[in-house]
C-alpha cells in the first residue's frame, strides 16, 4: 500500500512538471528600419520595466517558472545532496592583504557572510563587517573590501540590491568601529588608498537605472569628509571613454579607454603633489598593451605581440627601450602574474595542466610547482620570513587543497590549522575522470575541450550531458569546484566545457578570431563542441544540456536558435541576445569592440545574423528551456531575457515549455546574497536539466 502512494504522489508530480503550458503575451507591434533594413519588433513595450504592465508581467512568468521548479526539485535529490556536499567540502586560504589576513563566515544561512579578519592564520577571526547589520536586509551583498596602507582603516564596497551600483563605507580595523563616512553612486569601482588618508574612487551619473553607463569620473575623498567636498580628479564626461585606475607605490596611475575602444592612454599621479597633477606618459598606445606592475620607476606590461604571453618592461623616464623579462613560452599559456617583494610568480596552463614558475626581478628561472591531478591552482599569499607561497589547488570533483610551497628548498606541505582542519575527501582522487581533449571545428582548427564524468561509465551515447563555454573578451575560465555539478557527475551525468574562440585559453589571437567580424567562430566552434559529443557516443540530442552566463548566455541563446535539434534542454543566464539594441543600454557601449558595432553596416548585418531575438522562427518548437535574469542587473539588463522568452513562448509551433526566472533584489551574479539562496538555486538549476534530460 505506501509503494502505491509513494507511486501516485511520483505520478502527479511529473504530471505537473510535464503538462504546464507557456504563458501568452500581448503583441504591440513596432519598427524601425537602420542601414536600409527594416525591423519590426512585437515585444519592444517589455523593455519599460518600470512599468506596472511589464512589473505584472514578470510576476506571471515568475508564478509560472517557481511552481515548475518546485517541482522539479521535489522530483529529485539535489537539494539534500547539495547541502550534504557542502557541509562535508574543505575551504580554501583566507586572504591576505597588507597586514592582516581576511575571511568571510556564514553566521546564519539566512543573511549574508560577514568579513573577519585576524593577524596571524591561527588567530581567532574577528568579526569586522556585517552586511545583515547595515541594512536589516538578507540581500545585500559585500563586493570588496580594501586595507589602508598601514592596514589602519579598510574600505569596503556594498550592494543594497545587487546592482553593480554600490556604496563605499570605511571602518577602523583595530577598533572594529565604523566610521560616519558613506559615499554613494559608486560603479564599475576598485578603491585606492593614499596612504592611510583618503581614497580614489569612480561615481556614476546615471538617472535612468538601465540607460547608457555614466561612470566618467574620478573623484579623491579624505577621511571622514562629506562626499560633497570630494575632489574631482579625471573626468571622461566629453570624451565617453572610460578608464581604470591603481595605486602603485608613490604614484596613482590612470589607464583611459577611447570610446572606439581601439587605444589606451596612459596617466600618472605623484601621491606627494596635493594639486594631483596629471602627467600622460603613453598617449594612444594599443589596446591590447596591458600595464601589469609599477616598480623601482618600471613599468611592467605586456601586449600582443606574443600570443601566450610574456613580461617586458621599459622605464618610466624612457618608454622607447623595452626589456624583455621573461619570454613566451609557446604552447604554454601565461595566465596570471604575481609581482612579489623579490620574485615574479607566474602562473601557467598547457594542455590542461597548471603550474607556476617563479623568476628573479631579472628574469633568471627559480623554482618550478606543478598542480597535481590536472587540478588548478590560486595563489594567495607569500610570507617573506619562511619563503613560502601559500596555494590552493582545487579542481571540478575535489575541493579545495592547501599547501606552502618554499620556494628556497622546494619543499610542499599541506597546510592546515585550527579553522581548516582535514577532512575526507567526498570521492577517491580517482573516482572521477578529467581531460582536456581537442576537437576539430568546420573550419579545421583545434578546440579544446575539457570533459569529465565517473571513472567506467559506458559511452553509449545515452548520458544526460551538460556542456558549457563562456568565448567571449579574451576571458580564461578555471574550473570551479561546485557540489551540484558532483552530483550530477556522481549519478552519471557527464560534464564538457568547450574553450572556443573569443576566449583567451590558446592566447591572445584566440580572443581575436572570435570577436567582432569574427564572432560567428564562438557560436560555431560551440555548435562543433555539441556535435563532437554526440559523434564519439558521450551523448546524443535527447539527452544534451546547454548553460552559459552572461557572454555564454548569448553563446547558448544562438546555438539554440541555429541548431535547435541537437538540444534537450537550455539554460541561459543573464544572456544578451537583442544584438541590434544591446548598445543602447548600461555597460554595451563598452562592447562594440567584442561584439561588432551596429553603425557599421557590415557589423549591423553580421550581428542580425545571429542575433537570438531575431532570428527566432515561427515554424519551430525550440528545446526545453529555462532562462534566468535579475531584475537589478543593470550589465546586462533583463530586458534581454524578457523580449525573448516573449518571442520564443508566443508561437503555435512552440510546444517544449519556455521559462523565465526572475531572480529579485539581485544583479548580474544572480540570487548568491546568503547560502539559503545560492543553494536553492543551485538545486533549482541541476534539478530542471536532469529532470528534463531523463524525462
Not at 551600483?165 to 558613506?182: A, G, K, T
Not at 603550474?355 to 610570507?383: C, Q, W
Amino acid at each position: 500500500m505506501q509503494k502505491k502512494v509513494c507511486f501516485l504522489v511520483c505520478y502527479f508530480i511529473l504530471l505537473n512538471i510535464y503538462c504546464q503550458k507557456n504563458p501568452t503575451t500581448k503583441k504591440v507591434t513596432s519598427s524601425f528600419t537602420k542601414h536600409e533594413i527594416a525591423i519590426s519588433d512585437d515585444y519592444a513595450w517589455l523593455e519599460n520595466t518600470s512599468s506596472d504592465e511589464v512589473s505584472n508581467w514578470v510576476t506571471e512568468q515568475n508564478a509560472y517558472s517557481k511552481k515548475h521548479l518546485e517541482d522539479v526539485v521535489k522530483a529529485t535529490n539535489f537539494l539534500f545532496k547539495i547541502k550534504d556536499y557542502h557541509s562535508l567540502s574543505t575551504y580554501s586560504l583566507p586572504v591576505k592583504k597588507g597586514r592582516y589576513f581576511y575571511t568571510s563566515y556564514r553566521l546564519d544561512k539566512n543573511k549574508p557572510s560577514v568579513l573577519h579578519y585576524r593577524k596571524n592564520l591561527n588567530d581567532m577571526p574577528l568579526e569586522l563587517v556585517n552586511p545583515y547589520k547595515i541594512y536589516k536586509d538578507e540581500n545585500v551583498l559585500l563586493n570588496g573590501y580594501y586595507p589602508s596602507k598601514n592596514s589602519k582603516y579598510l574600505a569596503y564596497k556594498i550592494s543594497p540590491d545587487g546592482s553593480d551600483r554600490h556604496e563605499i563605507r570605511f571602518v577602523d580595523i583595530i577598533s572594529q568601529n565604523p566610521l560616519e563616512d558613506v559615499l554613494k553612486d559608486i560603479k564599475f569601482s576598485n578603491v585606492s588608498w593614499k596612504g592611510d588618508q583618503g581614497i580614489f574612487y569612480k561615481k556614476n551619473s546615471n538617472q535612468n537605472f538601465f540607460a547608457k553607463d555614466s561612470t566618467y569620473q574620478l573623484y579623491y575623498h579624505n577621511l571622514r569628509d562629506i562626499q560633497e567636498k570630494d575632489k574631482l580628479i579625471f573626468d571622461t564626461t566629453k570624451e565617453e571613454s572610460n578608464f581604470n585606475f591603481f595605486v602603485s607605490e608613490n604614484k596613482l596611475f590612470i589607464v583611459e579607454i577611447n570610446k572606439e575602444e581601439t587605444a589606451k592612454s596612459y596617466y600618472y599621479i605623484n601621491l606627494e603633489d596635493e594639486e594631483f597633477t596629471l602627467t600622460k606618459f603613453i598617449d594612444k598606445a594599443s589596446s591590447d598593451f596591458t600595464f601589469l606592475k609599477y616598480k623601482n620607476n618600471k613599468v611592467y606590461f605586456t601586449d600582443n605581440k606574443y600570443d601566450w604571453g610574456d613580461i617586458r618592461f621599459f622605464d618610466l623616464n624612457n618608454k622607447n627601450e623595452k626589456v624583455s623579462v621573461i619570454p613566451q613560452i609557446y604552447s604554454h599559456l601565461l595566465i596570471d602574474s604575481y609581482f612579489l617583494e623579490n620574485y615574479i610568480v607566474c602562473k601557467y596552463r598547457n594542455l590542461g595542466r597548471n603550474y607556476i614558475t617563479i623568476y628573479n626581478y631579472d628574469g633568471s628561472f627559480v623554482r618550478k610547482f606543478e598542480a597535481p591531478m590536472e587540478m588548478d591552482l590560486s595563489f594567495r599569499f607569500h610570507d617573506n620570513k619562511t619563503n613560502e607561497l601559500y596555494v590552493t589547488f582545487y579542481s571540478y570533483t575535489i575541493s579545495y587543497l592547501n599547501y606552502k610551497l618554499n620556494i628556497s628548498t622546494g619543499d610542499t606541505n599541506i597546510y592546515y590549522d585550527a579553522f581548516l582542519k582535514p577532512k575526507p575527501t567526498l570521492f577517491p582522487f580517482d573516482y572521477f575522470e578529467t581531460k582536456t581533449i581537442n576537437y576539430k571545428s568546420r573550419d579545421n582548427k583545434d578546440v579544446p575541450i575539457t570533459i569529465v564524468h565517473k571513472k567506467g561509465i559506458e559511452l553509449n551515447g545515452n548520458n544526460p550531458t551538460l556542456l558549457e563555454a563562456y568565448g567571449g573578451f579574451g576571458v580564461i575560465n578555471d574550473p570551479k569546484y561546485d557540489v551540484g555539478l558532483l552530483h550530477f557527475l556522481e549519478k552519471g551525468g557527464v560534464y564538457a566545457f568547450a574553450q572556443i574562440r573569443g576566449g583567451g585559453e590558446k592566447g591572445r589571437k584566440w580572443h581575436r578570431d572570435g570577436k567582432g567580424l569574427n564572432k560567428p567562430n564562438t557560436f560555431n566552434d560551440f555548435i562543433d563542441a555539441a556535435e563532437f559529443l554526440i559523434r564519439e557516443k558521450y551523448t546524443s540530442p535527447n539527452k544534451l544540456a546547454i548553460s552559459g552566463a552572461s557572454n555564454g548566455g548569448l553563446v547558448v541563446g544562438v546555438a539554440m536558435t541555429q541548431r535547435p535539434d541537437l538540444f534537450k534542454v537550455v539554460v541561459p543566464k543573464v544572456g544578451v541576445f537583442d544584438m541590434i539594441q544591446f548598445y543602447k543600454y548600461t555597460t554595451g557601449k563598452y562592447h562594440l569592440d567584442e561584439f561588432g558595432n551596429p553603425e557599421n553596416i557590415e557589423e549591423y548585418k553580421t550581428l542580425l545574423s545571429f542575433s537570438p531575438y531575431h532570428n527566432i522562427k515561427e515554424e519551430v518548437n525550440y528545446p526545453t528551456s529555462l532562462i534566468i535574469t535579475s531584475e537589478n542587473d543593470d550589465r546586462v539588463p533583463p530586458i534581454h531575457s524578457y523580449k525573448f522568452v516573449a518571442k520564443l513562448q508566443n508561437r503555435t509551433a512552440q510546444k517544449n515549455p519556455i521559462y523565465l526566472q526572475i531572480n529579485d533584489k539581485a544583479g548580474h551574479y544572480g540570487k548568491v546574497s546568503n547560502y539559503k539562496n545560492y543553494v536553492e538555486k543551485e538545486a533549482e538549476f541541476y534539478s530542471f536539466i536532469w529532470e528534463h534530460l531523463n524525462e
